[in-house]
């Protein structure tokens, strides 16, 4: 690659996506704390001064990492709705498989994402952007328009079972219940259970 074409590359949002990128990979290969801002600047093909043309340190760069996954996690998620009936058993399960298979594809990025102890704002709204859809298919299940008390207390046990099994997936420590059942079927056993004892009437 020439100079002209470098500089075209990154000019204006390119750089950013770039640094993105690299990080990413980094994180996946090295984990969150293995690597320096550096290496990934050297993996971007950029000079070690870039980077805070667009975050203020190593902290805010691996935000925007943890932020790229939460916005695809909801883009699986929307993409594991597109023939499945609103609020039905097979829509939810839906959203508990892509979460697992998301956690599978890329786990280091996944612990991270969950690691944050001080989130900014926007960490938040994109956390709150996966989880949406979760509740949303609740509320419709339910019959409501509105999330309530009512869907918050169904969707945190949903919530948390595919979360603990995608931990447990990605750690190794799930093949004993692999043996028993695939990943999918535990997700719609597990999903069809918590959705039973709140049944509408």
């Known amino acids: 690659m020439n100079d002209v074409t470098a500089k075209t590359r990154y000019h204006h949002g390119d750089l950013r996506q770039q640094l993105i990128t690299a990080t990413r990979a980094l994180v996946e ?10 290496e990934a600047c050297r993996a971007a093909g950029v000079s070690t001064a870039a980077p805070y043309k667009h975050f203020q340190d190593r902290t805010e760069i691996l935000q925007a ?16 709705l597109k023939d499945k009936p609103e609020g039905s058993l097979a829509a939810i399960a839906a959203i508990g498989i892509a979460y697992v298979r998301f956690a599978e594809a890329n786990p280091e990025v996944f612990r991270m994402m969950f690691a944050f102890k001080d989130k900014t704002e926007a960490m938040e709204a994109s956390g709150m952007g996966c989880y949406g859809v979760l509740l949303g298919q609740i509320a419709a299940y339910l019959g409501q328009d509105e999330i309530d008390e009512a869907v918050l207390a169904l969707g945190f046990p949903l919530w948390t079972f595919v979360h603990g099994l995608s931990f447990l997936s990605i750690d190794g420590k799930c093949e004993t219940g692999k043996a028993v059942l ?17 049944r509408p009437a």
């Open 29 to 38: 290969e090295k984990g969150p704390d293995g690597f320096s801002v550096s």
């Open 65 to 80: 990492v943890a932020m790229e996954g939460f916005g695809e996690m909801t883009e699986a998620f929307h993409l594991a």
């Open 182 to 198: 695939t990943m999918e079927e535990m997700v719609v056993e597990a999903t069809r259970r918590l959705l039973s004892e709140a």
